[in-house]
């Protein structure tokens, strides 16, 4: 499948000259972005778009790999014919109007339209492929509207395009890099299963992140779910669990969500990974490029009593250990603490704490044998806190010998150190229970990992 | 105790000339902002800090209703005493170092002095107050650092400062009026029920938000607290529930947390509305400038088919009705939606959506008498979509027919598009299923308001 994401030739079908119409959006990306490979637009209208030489057919274009269609669904089965005949081996069709829309004969012309081809489809109803390592991309949503992500070893499947654009987007705001991106709406070719097995292999790909409302072969599919997990961490978010919702997921993407329990049971023999909204989706994620723990023992730092005091509540409720400290580490901790800082954990280090204070604290913490995982919160807002706490903690997390995630709670002032702190691949949180629970899953991954060595 | 609110003359008690300790920044605050009253330093040390006269004891300053401390622990007794005999009323006490930090007899000192004083004291180690009317601020984080929000008809009461403060400075950034804040620390005098009782009579509060450690007197308490939700809505967050996070509240406000089951009682028979974490109370107090609504049928309306079957999974598990449209009701859409878009609840207005198709979507199900409250998704990344869609939207909610709350996911450019929305106080979230929840506690609020009628 190695050439759906790495095609040197590409034919856009469908593109106009409006700047707000799919197909002209997906052919002025991928000529903005510089696309590695050549990418033709295709439109009996026009003779050229963007300056482009624009070929009456898919037919006449110079050579196909990849061929993405962006036209009425009527109109698609005979455009896979076409690409087929100059020897394309895959289609992306970004077009919606079949199943999902109650077009079964549609549906049947274009499935034997595929087949005779032999060609391998992705869609139809989709958004197709993002590549930020050769730019190959058939996102339909402008650049300005949505920044792609810079280059990283995350990949994303979702069933749902605008969902999984949503990801993207969000994770380029974040500053997670991002591989590969596959939505693949219908998947009445090529299905969830393929995809997650082609990642699970794919050397670029450390962590998957995965949108669902069904399946088409649940077996194969628990078992691709084991199959990868153990190699590399899947974090998943099954949508259209019940009653209308799954109703919602039929109209949307063709197909009937699965039983939720046979999803969660498949889930938990896998290991996976379950978010269960997408602000959990990405609070799992952004854990994930920190080291595993070796166990489950947390230490949580402060500068804010409340906050430390919410940090242990969720930690409790997630069963982590708070773990007393040693005399030792007491020890070094009483020679720079003033008399008013108790010295434990949580360790509230008061609301007059400054860089070093939290510099040394941050250190006793680290070369503790006792601790696994870091829960660090900073009001940046105190007084005595300047900028120059972002340097210690962000040598602290790229020292990458225990997992750290840090809480950055407030207004304006706080995002800009919080922004910071993210685009050094520090994972940040505004609370501290998403810190928490973060943690916690990524400690849960690291029993997967445990369980296979 | 509305002079404590609005003091006429405040003094504030260990004003050092080095901008980032605490006296400092409180005095400065109040200069650079403008409090309405006069605010006198007091420091031996100086004869003048920012350019105004700087007074060497409180007994020399020319009036005080108001005495903020912000000097070491063992210092606040006699200056509670020197105020108390220039016939100040209220003392507010920064300092920590009392009980909190094993200090009984220094407590027991600075009782005696209050009591002998008749000065009511809020605190000692707290934050104080804020109100937004009058710019009498006693929060010692700069303005830079935290920019004080707007003023409106949200207060906040505090049992922790830091927390308290990033509440504020978070609803600054949301765009969410703030009233009044009190952050009381240890409450040895002036204690969350007073403060909560007060606020209850305050004719410029309409909603309450709580953060809660622990309380002295459960059963008032408890009175109080459904007392005052009958008459204005309470959202509560609670700490230290358990085992070591109770330890850790101890050493923060000195008190031992209660048990989070009479909390949870005491919550539940007044009908307030409990907040699991920092988020959720952030996500509750968004949705409390709109109507609350006549009954639990939800409409749901998107462009991304994704978001729509998050939204109705996360509706049924919040038990609120996806409520079928009515035969009139999918008339109406049927009008002007293509042929491919299926008139029905959640609504899919589906990737090529326009603001038209939006605006009579918004439309009809504003004026369907089926729905009673509505939650609209928006991909604001998609090529079809303006910023001409905020007027629509923005209108509806000002409309103030029935409660609406806005999706709109992604990165730089939805965030843009969001804080415009929440600028203009459209309760906006980042995800469905933080929308919905919000939309319960309105529901749920609602039903504490028809049982009074």
């Known amino acids: 499948m190695k050439e759906l994401f790495y095609p040197k030739h590409v034919a856009v079908v469908g593109v106009s000259k409006n700047p707000s119409k799919v197909g002209h959006v997906i052919f002025a990306n991928m000529v903005k972005m510089g696309f590695s490979g050549h990418v033709y637009p295709v439109n009996p209208k026009y003779k050229e778009v963007l300056g482009h030489k624009c070929y009456p057919s898919v037919e006449d274009v110079p050579k196909v790999d990849v061929v993405v269609i962006a036209v009425p669904a009527g109109f698609v089965p005979d455009i896979i014919r076409q690409a087929g005949k100059k020897g394309c081996k895959y ?27 032999r060609i391998r489809m992705l869609g139809p109803n989709c958004i197709g492929i993002m590549n930020t390592k050769n730019r190959f991309d058939t996102v339909f949503f402008p650049l300005h509207k949505m920044i792609r992500p810079s280059y990283g070893r995350v990949s994303i499947i979702s069933q749902s395009g605008g969902l999984g654009t949503s990801i993207i987007d969000k994770s380029a705001y974040l500053g997670i890099g991002i591989g590969k991106f ?119 730092i402060t500068n804010g009593g409340g906050l430390g005091v919410m940090s242990a509540d969720e930690a409790i409720r997630q069963h982590l250990n708070i773990v007393d400290l040693s005399k030792e580490d007491k020890e070094l901790l009483e020679e720079f603490l003033p008399e008013y800082v108790t010295p434990s954990n949580p360790l509230d280090l008061v609301a007059d704490a400054d860089v070093e204070r939290y510099k040394k604290a941050l250190d006793v913490f680290m070369n503790s044998k006792d601790i696994d995982m870091l829960l660090v919160n900073v009001l940046f807002q105190a007084p005595s806190i300047s900028e120059e706490l972002l340097n210690p903690i ?60």
Chains 1, 2 share one sequence.
Do not use: C
């Not at 938990?268 to 994620?285: C, W």
């Not at 973060?438 to 060595?453: F, M, P, T, W």
């Open 91 to 117: 289609a992306i069709v970004i077009s919606g109007g079949f199943g999902e829309a109650g077009n079964e004969e549609l549906t049947e012309r274009l499935m034997k339209a595929v087949k005779e081809s």
């Open 182 to 300: 596959i939505s693949y709406g219908n998947a009445y070719d090529i299905d969830e299963t393929d995809i997650l097995s082609y990642l699970g292999k794919d050397e670029e790909t450390d962590v998957i992140v995965m949108y669902i409302e069904s399946v088409k072969n649940g077996k194969k599919f628990a078992e691709t779910l084991k199959e990868v997990n153990r190699k590399k961490p899947i974090i998943a978010l099954k949508a259209g669990k019940e009653g209308k919702a799954k109703e919602a997921a039929k109209t949307h993407t063709g197909s009937l969500a699965g039983d939720y329990l046979s999803f969660k049971a498949a889930f938990k023999t896998a290991g996976i990974l379950e978010a269960n909204s997408l602000s959990d989706l990405f609070d799992y994620l952004t854990i994930f490029n920190q080291p595993l723990p070796k166990g489950k023992n947390l230490g949580i």
């Open 394 to 453: 962000v040598r602290a997390a790229m020292d990458k010998r225990k997992p750290i995630a840090v809480v950055v709670p407030g207004g304006k002032w706080a995002e800009a150190f919080s922004s910071i702190l993210s685009m050094n691949g520090v994972p940040t949180y505004d609370a501290p229970e998403r810190a928490i629970r973060a943690l916690r899953k990524l400690y849960d991954y690291s029993k997967v990992v445990r369980q296979r060595e």
